[in-house]
């Protein structure tokens, strides 16, 4: 069975330092890989997908980047945190088209 | 840009109540997808509607897709403290069929 792994689950940190989010799945190949953020509990905003390794579609232009060094790996970076960077931040996976996304269970991000 | 406008965003009911949660857009969608998620998790998905005018039944939640492709609702009959959560839908479409367009969520908390 597939899996998705995410972590930390909880990140404090203050503004200007770096981040790092990873993000692995287990169980399949070549998946669609997300990073999306949610704030307060509320609607899910998409910040970056990947179709395959090395491809990375940008959603929202912002001081937060990612990249897929492999399959099945999805990291999350920023060279330097903002206040508004705080938030919830949730990896997922699909595959194929029109199929649904299975998420890990996010990553508390309070930055300070 | 694809939106999706869910109403209403905050709704509490006592246990064995029946309520109903909308999801409207003004774009049309490939399908759409209800998922459901509890404080401190990923969402987890509920169900896939593809055609429109599509009825499924989930135990006591039944969703609908409407006939122009463009909104859906979600019923839950006789609801328990166990449907609490985060109720989000998802649309499929807009040229791309890799990308979902959350909505903002409608949070339900069942009174016992």
């Avoid at chain 2, 949660?21 to 399908?31: D, Q």
């Avoid at chain 2, 209800?34 to 009825?55: A, D, H, K």
Wanted: charged residues 15%.
């Amino acid at each position: 069975s597939q899996t998705i792994h995410q972590w930390p689950a909880t990140l404090v940190q203050p503004v200007g330092s770096p981040l790092s989010l990873e993000c692995t799945v287990e169980g399949t190949s070549n998946p669609n890989l997300y990073w999306y953020r949610q704030a307060a509990g509320r609607g899910l905003q998409l910040l970056f997908y990947s179709v395959g390794i090395g491809q990375i579609s940008s959603e929202v232009p912002q001081n937060l980047s990612a990249s897929r060094p492999q399959d099945r790996q999805f990291i999350l970076s920023s060279k330097k945190l903002l206040l508004s960077d705080s938030g919830f931040y949730l990896c997922a996976w699909g595959q194929g088209d029109m199929r649904p996304l299975h998420f890990g269970n996010g990553t508390r991000l309070t930055v300070t | 840009t694809q939106l999706l406008e869910q109403s209403p965003q905050f709704l509490s009911i006592q246990e064995g109540e029946n309520l109903t949660v909308y999801c409207n857009s003004s774009s049309v969608f490939s399908s759409l997808q209800w998922y459901r998620q509890e404080p401190g998790e990923g969402p987890v998905l509920l169900v896939t509607v593809v055609t429109g005018g599509e009825v499924k039944k989930l135990k006591r939640l039944t969703f609908q897709f409407g006939d122009a492709r463009k909104d859906s609702s979600l019923h839950i009959t006789a609801a328990q403290p166990g449907d609490t959560g985060l109720y989000l839908c998802a649309g499929v479409g807009g040229g791309s069929n890799y990308k979902l367009t959350f909505g903002k969520g409608t949070l339900l908390t069942v009174n016992p």
